[in-house]
């Protein structure tokens, strides 16, 4: 961006419109967006489970540009042709495809400030692992040239799964998640027996808690498959999972599976 920008243009570009936890920050993001000075387009490229409506209600009209697969040469030069007729100062990426999509466009098209915001651990992008061949994290290591302004890492575990790889040294930096624990009120221990007899949980059992989208990518099954082995281990663990999503009914299925068991 530069002084004489009146209404510097941002694009944000996310992979997906679903329910997850990067689309959640978006929506809660429109409201901010839709006030400030800043010229702003929101583009996804899966039309896929998409709810634009949350962000419509803030005047926010998101445009999908789809890309079915990493292979989609035209959907690409689709996105390519929509970024430079819109020419914004700032484009900021969510998500494996639009990171990957975003940052080769940007670095093509010389856009000033591209950033990239790291929603998951370094492990997700198979980044940590270079010996083992995916089309994803090669391309992922290949967008990444130094001159790109930053890499966002979106709270201390992301922060640092990423730390370790050199080329990001310089670029990435942290967010801190946007609940603090230390403003959580604990519960009294009155609060907390009626909580357990509410749920059917003894006083003394160890609880193990997954709060998550319940999605493939949340990896939820094995946590299920642990319970299982944990079983005769720790005969007093109580593990419970809070949360909604596409993959509730098999998950559903496949404790009701292991409890048989």
């Known amino acids: 961006m530069t002084a004489g920008d009146q209404n510097p243009r941002v ?156 080329r990001e040294d310089l670029l990435l930096r942290q967010v801190a998640n946007g609940l603090s624990f230390e403003s959580v009120n604990p519960l009294s221990e009155v609060q907390r027996h009626e909580k357990r007899a509410g749920l059917q949980i003894a006083d003394s059992a160890l609880v193990v808690l997954c709060v998550a989208r319940l999605a493939r990518v949340k990896g939820v099954d094995m946590l299920i498959e642990a319970a299982e082995k944990l079983a005769s281990l720790a005969p007093n663990a109580c593990f419970l999972v809070a949360g909604d999503g596409p993959e509730r009914g098999s998950l559903e299925r496949a404790i009701v599976e292991a409890a048989r068991a």
């Open 11 to 166: 694009i944000q570009l996310i992979s997906d419109l679903g329910n997850g936890g990067a689309q959640q920050l978006l929506s809660e993001m429109a409201r901010l967006w839709a006030t400030s000075v800043f010229d702003y387009s929101l583009i996804y490229l899966r039309s896929e489970e998409a709810d634009p409506r949350r962000f419509e209600k803030h005047g926010i009209f998101p445009r999908c540009v789809p890309i079915r697969s990493p292979f989609d040469v035209t959907g690409f030069c689709r996105l390519y042709r929509e970024i430079n007729r819109l020419r914004p100062s700032v484009l900021h990426t969510h998500l494996t495809g639009a990171d990957i999509c975003g940052r080769a466009i940007g670095a093509w098209q010389g856009i000033p400030v591209v950033v990239t915001a790291l929603h998951s651990l370094a492990g997700h992008y198979g980044v940590q692992n270079p010996r083992r061949y995916s089309l994803r994290p090669v391309l992922f290591r290949q967008v990444l040239p130094r001159r790109f302004e930053a890499l966002v890492a979106c709270g201390k575990m992301v922060h640092e799964s990423f730390r370790d790889l050199s």
